[in-house]
């Protein structure tokens, strides 16, 4: 029903910054709470933040005060601003959406995109 494409990721140093989107089609793109995930190399996929339809965000405590999600529903896509990057933030990141309040729950994200590398040299 909802297709995600993720863009934006790329390679910078570190204390840089990138902006993510992630745009969604086949939806009520509103009603969706929108999460973004992460992933690196040998490592298990984690929460970075999510947002509902009202604005309410959540954040992981490995990216709170450096990252900032936002979400424009005239344009049907979700951001993911990246400020202040450490090599640590490397990985792929993938965008999510459910029409549950799955909120860090990846098990309750229904849809997913094809990811996007962003790597952080040191």
């Known amino acids: 029903q909802v297709q995600l494409v993720e863009s934006g990721g790329g390679l910078v140093q570190a204390g840089g910054s990138l902006r993510l989107s992630c745009a969604a089609s086949g939806g009520t793109f509103s009603r969706y709470l929108m999460g973004w995930f992460r992933q690196a190399p040998g490592k298990e996929r984690e929460f970075v933040a999510a947002?509902?339809?009202?604005?309410?965000?959540s954040y992981a405590d490995s990216v709170k005060g450096r990252f900032t999600i936002s979400r424009d529903n005239a344009k049907n896509t979700v951001y993911l601003q990246m400020n202040s990057l450490k090599p640590e933030d490397t990985a792929v990141y993938y965008c999510a959406a459910t029409l549950s309040y799955g909120w860090n729950m990846d098990r309750l994200y229904e849809y997913w995109g094809q990811g996007t590398q962003v790597t952080v040299s040191s």
């Open positions: 947002i509902r339809w009202s604005g309410d965000t």
